[in-house]
């Protein structure tokens, strides 16, 4: 199916860009000299620079810009520049910041302190040969302090650690995942509608040619002057649609560098200069449906980071029981101080120091329940989270799954559409030139030639966006196959 599809639409492209130069001299004749004449010639230029590969040179383009663009291309440029993607990573430091908080806990902390004092209210000894009272004191002292046993905290802050750094990892991941399937549909969206626009040149193109062979069987007197208006008519309907196809490719352009992160030159009008080296393509794709949602269920990082939420929602728990428990750390340092009995401050006295110390809290005014009860709710939370977040993925997967189906079924239904419209505009011309058929025959089967083409190039855009979604929907890894 793919090959008979792809043949018959690059002979429909071929014969469309030669159409559409004769087209854009025909109907554009009396507009030569005008402004928007000279803007419409340019981005027909850049557009036909698109679709046939021709070097195209910009003072500030970047290098992308020069050369055709691959899907693969495109994916690693938004990893380095996209714009969600790098607010991602900071995210993921930020969290990573989390995890060294959490963990220093269990770290022994070393402390320093200092102190000098001086104070003129001194008073005496009262007794004989009593040391001269003193006015200026001073110590210093450095120790190190290690939590042993804070009620089963130390270990539940381990726990939290390892599982904040998952659930970063994850969260970076969906954020991957959410842009590079952007990037994909943007990338599609402008290969559709450079080829819409190919459709629309050749049904102009096909109106063009009626309007020339009615105008001259009137000049010849064979048939009558409603011909060619009719044919004209026909004509003028067609071209705002070409216009708007125009349009649709230079916004769907405008999107594509905007997924991809880049801040274009100021010498970059509306119609980017973008050339694309894929094509729409129907490759086969064989999928089940029990398979994609277990699949999904076992991959999507929304959920494996919701239940890395929930198992930190546990860890809350019971953190907020250890302050039923007593705490027991150690300590020991060295310091040093002035003399109690001389004023000299150079008469040093130094030592070691060293002991434990265990505090129990035996009532707290029932803040830790509180604290308990406020942790449990926010664990049952969590769970709930995680089942709305897999019937939510199901869904997903089954809804993505039918637009598949139906998109595959659509581009199917059209396998031989092509061949049949041509094949009745040749006859009903055939019918017209011999005098059985009419013009009206003629139009309505130009009309059906262009919708077909039309609908040919849409279902070849559904069917990948539907692929692309429904890999995403299972949770591929798309930058796995990129390296492939």
């Known amino acids: 199916m793919k090959t008979g599809i792809f043949k018959r639409l690059r002979i429909f492209l071929v014969v469309g860009l030669a159409a559409a130069q004769a087209a854009a001299q025909e109907t554009n004749s009396l507009e030569t000299n005008s402004p928007a004449a000279n803007t419409a010639a340019a981005n027909e230029a850049a557009m036909n620079a698109l679709m046939t590969n021709a070097p195209l040179t910009l003072s500030n383009a970047p290098v992308w810009m020069t050369r055709p663009l691959t899907m693969t291309e495109a994916l690693n440029l938004a990893l380095q520049q996209n714009g969600s993607v790098l607010r991602g990573k900071r995210d993921l430091e930020a969290e990573y910041g989390v995890v060294v908080q959490t963990r220093a806990v269990a770290i022994p902390k070393l402390q320093v302190t200092g102190n000098y004092q001086y104070s003129s209210e001194v008073e005496p000894y009262p007794f004989p040969d009593s040391p001269p009272a003193q006015n200026r004191t001073w110590y210093s002292q450095f120790q190190v302090v290690q939590a042993i046993y804070q009620g089963g905290q130390i270990r539940s802050a381990l726990r939290s650690a390892k599982l904040t750094k998952a659930q970063a990892l994850l969260n970076y991941e969906t954020v991957i995942a959410d842009a590079l399937l952007r990037v994909r549909i943007a990338y599609y969206d402008v290969l559709s509608a450079a080829e819409q626009v190919v459709v629309e040149e050749a049904s102009v193109k096909l109106l063009s040619e009626e309007v020339d062979d009615q105008t001259r069987r009137y000049e010849a007197g064979t048939v009558p002057r409603f011909n060619v208006l009719q044919a004209g008519v026909q004509l003028a309907n067609e071209q705002p649609k070409l216009i708007r196809a125009r349009n649709t490719f230079r916004v769907t352009k405008n999107a594509l560098v905007n997924e991809l992160g880049v801040r274009l030159p100021t010498d970059v009008l509306q119609d980017v200069p973008m050339k694309l080296s894929d094509m729409l393509d129907a490759d086969p794709y064989d999928l089940e449906l029990p398979y994609a949602i ?73 803040l830790t329940q509180g604290k308990i009860q406020q942790a449990k709710a926010q664990l049952d939370g969590a769970k709930v989270d995680v089942e709305n977040e897999a019937r939510t993925i199901e869904l997903e997967v089954r809804t993505d799954f039918s637009d598949f189906i139906e998109a595959r079924e659509v581009l199917e239904s059209q396998k031989k559409v092509l061949e049949e419209a041509a094949e009745a505009l040749r006859l009903a011309s055939a019918r017209s030139d011999a005098g059985t058929g009419t013009q009206l025959d003629v139009l309505s089967a130009e009309t059906q030639l262009t919708q077909a083409r039309s609908t040919q190039v849409q279902a070849l855009h559904d069917y990948d966006v539907a692929r692309a979604r429904l890999e995403r929907a299972i949770g591929m890894n798309i930058t796995q196959t990129m390296t492939k």
């Open 294 to 366: 277990n699949q999904a269920l076992k991959t999507r990082t929304e959920l494996l980071s919701l239940e890395k939420q929930e198992g930190l929602a546990k860890e809350v728990v019971i953190t907020a029981q250890g302050n039923y428990r007593p705490t027991l750390s150690l300590f020991g340092g060295y310091g040093a101080r002035n003399s109690e009995f001389t004023n000299d401050l150079t008469h040093v006295v130094p030592g070691w120091t060293g002991g434990a110390e265990v505090s129990w809290n035996l009532f707290d005014g029932l």
